[in-house]
């Protein structure tokens, strides 16, 4: 499997790509909130002056939306197929990132969170859509490759987060 790892060919590795990349996607939106949960918690303007129960709390709810969505996601493997199913749970993620944009206070801030961990549920729609095209003696090489490159995402988050974060800052402080 690892020879062919960089190679492009169709299904098969389109395939996986696809998956990992977008389980990556996924887990960097999740993570991202408590890479910057500093800023977060500072007071208005500068930030949303959550108190650390509040972020907790959201990051919690999120990590059950994603247990529950997680639960349904096989089903719907079952009926609409895993690619459907995982451009649907990409798809759940958006309109949570773009609230998280503009979240100006509390309530804001945990429905973002609450859809941004429903689309973490591409774990599963990961691993079945590879599943389905990898041959069963390669299938455990490719899904634990896949499923752990997409996982990565998270580590991404908390080193790009803060520093994307700073930048954003310093670029708003040389505006003013």
């Not at 996924?26 to 930030?47: E, N, V």
């Not at 199913?85 to 801030?109: D, K, S």
Request: a positive charge.
């Amino acid at each position: 499997f690892f020879p062919i790892l960089w190679t492009f060919k169709k299904p098969h590795m389109h395939t996986f790509w696809a998956a990992t990349f977008g389980f990556f996607c996924t887990f960097f939106s999740c993570f991202a909130p408590g890479a910057i949960g500093s800023y977060i918690g500072r007071p208005a303007p500068d930030g949303l002056g959550l108190d650390k129960f509040e972020k907790s709390t959201a990051g919690n709810l999120a990590v059950t939306g994603t247990i529950l969505m997680r639960v349904v996601s096989g089903s719907l493997c079952d009926v609409w197929g895993a690619r459907k199913t995982f451009g649907e749970h990409l798809m759940l993620g958006v309109p949570g990132m773009v609230l998280m944009m503009f979240a100006q206070n509390y309530a804001m801030f945990l429905i973002a969170r609450m859809l941004i961990g429903l689309s973490l549920a591409t774990f599963v729609t990961c691993q079945v859509w590879c599943s389905q095209f990898f041959d069963r003696s390669v299938v455990g090489t490719a899904n634990a490759t896949a499923g752990g490159w997409g996982n990565v995402g998270g580590g991404f988050t908390l080193l790009l987060m803060p520093q994307i974060m700073k930048g954003i800052l310093n670029s708003a402080d040389d505006v003013n």
